[in-house]
């Protein structure tokens, strides 16, 4: 699909919400990325190099052929720059966990500004805040007028706020399923427009190597209350594992070392709520009898949302919690 | 009807082979129930997933009901039921986290031979949620649009 003067791709790498991990994965193709390099040229990547957004304004439209847009949308600059990358990318592609499901970030949406702000500016033991500043959008300075972008109430993922081509889920993606995709890119051969790309068809549970049994669970257990047994599924241990309710292509990376699988690569296809297909997974493998046992033994399980949601709490059914009306 | 003009919607899953027979003879037997609920028969409680209640609630229930056989024996396949008295505490754990008001699902038990006990539950469920409110989960979202 290359069709610049040089032959090259024309690519625009963005971070939005996020931690830059998926700026990182992408150095993390190593040697590869010289090939990158002679591939694609750079058109914006303001992680690793030095573009202003004016920059991008003054593309025509359409001009970037390819942009992985990484982070959620949490603030007005957020969703600005994907209005701004929509227009100018004929390809825009939502790369990890964040712009594709709301990822951590997201967990914000159990909260509203208000609270996150009293949280952050005024709670938290290590607040040093004495006059009690909190971030204004405008504030009048002897020069003139400073501004920043305004806080949203919500984090989205990308395709609640721009329509996107493709998903590249992970947090952050795998350099193996990256490359696969810039491969994939680089042919012209694209797949069918909405796709997830760089990841499976199947569950993480398809690519874990754990010996698994029939599950009778009796109790669970977070992961630093026990040492599992290697090379035994960590679900029929108790310890409440994602890979059921999660799409494979990490090749299974976290229980491959004894941690549960957390979900980062969002529902696997034709589920329409990870953590709810998770908690239904959970829930039905328990061991009781009665309703009062069953009861006991899922009542131990902390933070359903956060266990359940973890990496798509934007992206479910329900996006966020309902908040009591406050004074 | 009501003070406020306001009719709850509600949802109700309900199994084929007990409660969804109980409402089916409280109908016939004309018991006198609101209007308020529609029901999407299922073959077993086991069957309901709990993304069902979160959609439902998410595209505009004001409360859920989920009803199948009692257990421990009544199940038509034998232990379907056990599902769900095994996921339904964790769904009212998942909605109180939501901040989706406890009175707004039922889930429970009604057996075909109880058809007084659906009308009752009808008539006392949407009373409870009509005083609630609406829940509106639409205008939440577009309120905390940004």
């Known amino acids: 699909m290359a069709d610049t003067s040089n032959g090259k791709l024309r690519l625009g790498l963005y971070w939005a919400a996020s931690c830059g991990g998926c700026d990182i994965a992408i150095v993390e193709l190593r040697e590869k990325i010289l090939e990158l390099d002679a591939a694609a040229d750079i058109l914006f990547w303001p992680v690793a190099l030095d573009f202003k957004y004016k920059d991008v304004e003054a593309m025509p439209d359409g001009h970037i052929e390819v942009c992985l847009f990484n982070g959620s949308i949490r603030t007005s600059e957020n969703e600005h720059l994907a209005h701004l990358l929509r227009q100018k990318s004929k390809v825009l592609v939502a790369f990890g966990s964040c712009a594709h499901e709301g990822c951590i970030p997201g967990l914000a949406n159990l909260f509203d500004r208000e609270s996150i702000f009293d949280r952050v500016y005024h709670e938290t033991p290590s607040t040093d805040n004495p006059e009690g500043h909190v971030p204004h959008t405008s504030y009048q300075m002897p020069e003139g007028e400073v501004t920043l972008p305004s806080f949203y109430n919500t984090v989205k993922p990308l395709n609640q706020v721009v329509e996107v081509d493709y998903y590249v889920p992970g947090c952050p993606p795998q350099a193996p399923q990256i490359w696969a995709v810039i491969e994939t890119i680089l042919s012209g051969q694209l797949p069918p427009r909405g796709s997830v790309v760089g990841a499976t068809e199947k569950t993480v549970c398809d690519e874990c190597q754990h010996k698994r049994e029939e599950k009778h669970i009796t109790k669970f257990y977070r992961p630093h209350e026990i040492i599992p047994d290697p090379g035994r599924c960590l679900f029929d241990q108790g310890i409440i594992c994602a890979g059921p309710a999660t799409r494979g292509g990490c090749g299974a990376l976290c229980p491959s070392v004894n941690m549960p699988c957390r979900g980062c690569y969002g529902p696997p296809p034709h589920v329409i709520d990870q953590g709810a297909a998770l908690l239904s997974a959970v829930a039905s493998v328990v061991d009781a009898d009665t309703e009062e046992e069953a009861a006991r033994i899922v009542g131990e399980i902390v933070d359903p949302i956060g266990t359940f949601y973890r990496f798509g709490l934007p992206a479910s059914l329900l996006h966020r919690a309902k908040l009591e009306a406050r004074d | ?146």
């Open chain 2, 1 to 146: 009807m009501s003070d406020n003009g306001f009719e709850p919607r509600i949802v109700g899953f309900l199994c084929n082979w007990c409660t969804y027979a109980a409402a089916d003879a409280a109908g016939v037997a004309r018991m006198a129930q609101p209007l308020n609920v529609d029901i999407i028969r299922v073959m077993c409680s086991g069957r309901i997933e709990p993304a069902f209640i979160l959609k439902a609630f998410a595209e505009g229930a004001d409360g859920v009901i989920v009803s199948g056989c009692h257990p421990p024996g009544d199940c038509h396949y034998t232990d379907g039921n056990y599902k769900t008295f095994r996921r339904m505490p964790l769904v009212e754990a998942l909605l109180e986290q939501y901040g989706i008001e406890r009175q707004r699902f039922y889930w429970g038990w009604i057996s075909g031979a109880e058809a007084p006990k659906w009308a009752r539950l009808v008539n006392d469920f949407t009373e409870q949620v009509r005083a609630l409110g609406p829940l509106g989960w639409q205008r939440e979202l577009a309120s905390k649009e940004d």
